[in-house]
T-cell receptor, first 112, second 113 residues
Framework: DMKVTQMPRYLIKRMGENVLLECGQD?????MYWYRQDPGLGLQLIYI???????SEGDIPKGYRVSRKKREHFSLILDSAKTNQTSVYFC???????????FGEGSKLTVL | QQKVQQSPESLIVPEGGMASLNCTSS?????YFWWYRQHSGKSPKMLMSIFSNGEKEEGRFTVHLNKASLHTSLHIRDSQPSDSALYLC?????????????FGAGTQLIVIP
């Protein structure tokens, strides 16, 4: 069964703390994504990764960085989290650049 | 300003009725459109894609695309309560940017039994 797994599902951090969101997929998809979803704004692309160590900024990369050392694993890092980074973060993967994305269940981050 | 605009923001239809959702891109470089469905508290899942002018039907779902106006619409006939969800329209350019989807804010569909 094709699956994208995100950890943790829920996270509460204080402003200035570091945050690590992790994502794994079992489909050997080359392309992986990180989006955030906020009410009224839809899904906004943070970073896209085309394969191991081949990452590209999305539309809102500021304040985020990513790491992809294995094809099946993609991490999103927030160094010194800010309150406006409170959001639901979705990881996704796709086979090549098909546009058919498979999303994880989301990670809800609250920054106090 | 969002590149993909969806209307209406919310829509209430009776069970068995027709739901019509609209989506327009303000970026003339866009070439491809997708519709995703997101049930409450769940992840988005792709519903349909359309890349050429015209119409595409899958079961109770029909999508239309007019490339000249960069407008796509999703129509759900015989709507069911299980269709209640947030419907997200996404668009992208072709080539190496095909996978860079820009999503709209969505239309919240509520189907009343």
């Amino acid at each position: 069964d094709m699956k994208v797994t995100q950890m943790p599902r829920y996270l509460i951090k204080r402003m200035g703390e570091n945050v690590l969101l992790e994502c794994g997929q079992d489909m050997s998809h080359e392309t992986m994504y990180w989006y955030r979803q906020d009410p009224g704004l839809g899904l906004q692309l943070i970073y896209i990764s085309y394969d191991v160590d081949s990452n590209s900024e999305g539309d809102i990369p500021k304040g985020y960085r990513v790491s992809r050392k294995k094809r099946e694993h993609f991490s999103l890092i927030l160094d010194s989290a800010k309150t406006n980074q409170t959001s639901v973060y979705f990881c996704a993967s796709s086979l090549g650049d098909t546009g058919q994305l498979y999303f994880g269940e989301g990670s809800k981050l609250t920054v106090l | 300003q969002q590149k993909v605009q969806q209307s209406p923001e919310s829509l209430i239809v009776p069970e068995g009725g027709m739901a019509s959702l609209n989506c327009t891109s303000s970026d003339r470089n866009v070439d491809y459109f997708w519709w995703y469905r997101q049930h409450s508290g769940k992840s988005p899942k792709m519903l349909m894609s359309i890349f050429s002018n015209g119409e595409k039907e899958e079961g109770r779902f029909t999508v239309h695309l007019n490339k000249a106006s960069l407008h796509t619409s999703l129509h759900i006939r015989d709507s069911q309560p299980s269709d209640s969800a947030l419907y997200l329209c996404a668009a992208s350019m072709g080539g190496s940017a095909l996978g860079r989807l820009h999503f709209g804010a969505g239309t919240q569909l509520i189907v009343i039994p």
